[in-house]
């Protein structure tokens, strides 16, 4: 797998796209989950009714799915799925289709237009978006990544069978172990016993169909993050855009002014205790494009790394590009770090000062980190975010009642109790911890 798989330029999402990927929204932000499907073509698609009334199928068709983008902390994780009827498969492999993460992004995008030209070739993608990733792991009965990815996957092939294809060979990249996942797949079409599956790990490598479904994937992924549209007023590129019609992005990147000695101090210490990202590199100006570049949104990408230490707000947290979910973002949100200025002692540069003893003393100089979000937030904290509970509430309200409930019926036989008022008595103490008032039945 290539690591960072994007140039610094295309991941802060400044170099425009060399061909439109209908699978990407090009002026909307992915707020929720976005299903594309291309053309059927008219060869894999039922041709008319028979004497007896029934639809005549068309042409046996392979299904191809495999994935991009399940290890990023950020942007969306992309599903793909590729169709061809069973005798053009071998075609497939004179074109190209592989490993998307083996070949270049000039290749790859090459392979989409190859994929958009086919007429024996049809392909659909849903991407899930980060907030939908965090939202389905963070609930109280948690929806984990290979939950989702299962689901993505039997809702692609769903697509495709509901339209009427006659799919006979379904060929998968595998999320977990390959037979247990295989069981899991096939339970969820019943009636369609006659489907041969085939789940095992690299068939984007061993399947000529996996691997366009793997270009459609990655080629989406890519092109969601290379020209990420933010979803918070006045965030990202698009805002600098109205400030300055004229920024331009600096090659170099963010940069770090340490000097030599602290680098070679920094560079001495134990492996387990990696020096973070310097203050310097933080502080990068919010309104330079620079402030703006991500990386490959890869954990271990040090520019990843970086984009996530400048974007952190004490109380929002980071945009919506940003799997919340994420252990690495867990562990950022609630490292502890020390906030605000304090006074400190700095010995005078010049000679004659050293001569003299002289010491001076700033009471402005910062001693500590100062946590300045990019919505203007400067809340104090002993964490770089507040600590964040994520509840059901809904589920949280009903049990709620039912433990009320059941309370009650478990000590009725000792005592008579009313179930009415300690449900009322229940009602009254919830309303009071979400502060809802009562205007009475004559309010309205």
């Known amino acids: 797998m290539d690591e960072f798989p ?6 802060a999402g400044f170099l425009p796209p060399t061909s439109r990927v209908p699978s990407v929204l090009e002026d909307l932000p992915l707020l929720r989950s976005h299903t594309y499907r ?30 991009a983008g399940r290890g990023p902390v950020l942007g969306p994780l992309v599903y793909g799925v590729a169709i061809c009827p069973v005798d053009q498969q071998p075609s497939l492999k004179e074109i190209g289709f592989a490993d998307s993460k083996a070949l270049t992004a000039q290749k790859r995008d090459a392979l989409l237009e190859a994929l958009k030209g086919n007429t024996n070739l049809a392909w ?12 389905g792991m963070t609930r109280r009965r948690p929806i984990n990544l290979n939950a989702q990815s299962t689901q993505a996957t039997v809702d692609l ?7 009427g294809v006659d ?5 998968v990249d595998t999320v977990g172990d390959p037979d247990k996942y295989k069981r899991v797949l096939s339970s969820m079409f019943p009636r369609h016993k006659h489907i041969q599956w085939t789940v095992c790990s690299k068939a984007d490598v061993l399947f000529p169909i996996v691997g366009a479904a793997s270009i459609a994937a990655k080629v989406t992924r890519d092109r969601w993050i290379e020209g990420w549209k933010y979803g918070e007023a006045g965030v990202g590129m698009s805002a600098l855009a109205e400030l300055n019609s004229g920024l331009e992005l600096d090659d170099e990147g963010p940069t770090s002014v340490e000097s030599p000695k602290k680098r070679s101090r920094a560079g001495s210490r134990s492996p387990r205790k990696k020096p973070r990202t310097s203050a310097a590199a933080q502080q990068v100006s919010f309104t330079s494009p620079r402030f703006w570049a991500k990386g490959s949104g890869y954990p271990g990408d040090p520019e990843t790394k970086e984009y996530l230490l400048r974007t952190i707000d004490a109380v929002f947290g980071w945009p919506g590009i940003v799997r919340f979910s994420w252990q690495t973002a867990k562990d950022l949100m609630s490292e502890k770090v020390k906030v605000g200025t304090a006074a400190v002692k700095t010995r005078a540069s010049s000679k004659s000062q050293k001569a003299r003893g002289a010491e ?5 100089s910062p001693a500590v980190e100062t946590l300045a979000g990019p919505y203007g937030t400067r809340q104090p904290t002993l964490t770089r975010c507040h600590d964040i509970r994520w ?35 229940a009602r009254c103490g919830i309303a009071k ?12």
């Open 157 to 163: 092939i769903a697509g495709f069978l509901e339209a």
């Open 360 to 364: 001076q003393v700033s009471q402005t």
């Open 167 to 171: 799919v006979t060979e379904i060929y």
């Open 391 to 425: 509840t059901d509430e809904p589920a949280q309200i009903t049990n709620f009642f039912q433990k009320a409930a059941a309370s009650a019926k478990g000590s009725s036989n000792a005592v008579p109790i009313d179930i009415g008022s300690v449900l009322k008595k």
């Open 6 to 11: 994007l140039s610094q330029g295309q991941a």
């Open 38 to 67: 291309s053309e059927i073509p008219e060869n894999c698609l039922p041709v008319g009714q028979s004497a007896f009334e029934q639809v005549l199928k068309g042409a046996p068709c392979a299904l191809g799915v495999d994935e």
């Open 124 to 135: 659909a993608t849903i991407s899930i978006s980060p907030q939908d990733i965090s939202r």
């Open 433 to 444: 911890d979400l502060g809802v008032i009562s205007l009475g039945p004559g309010a309205f």
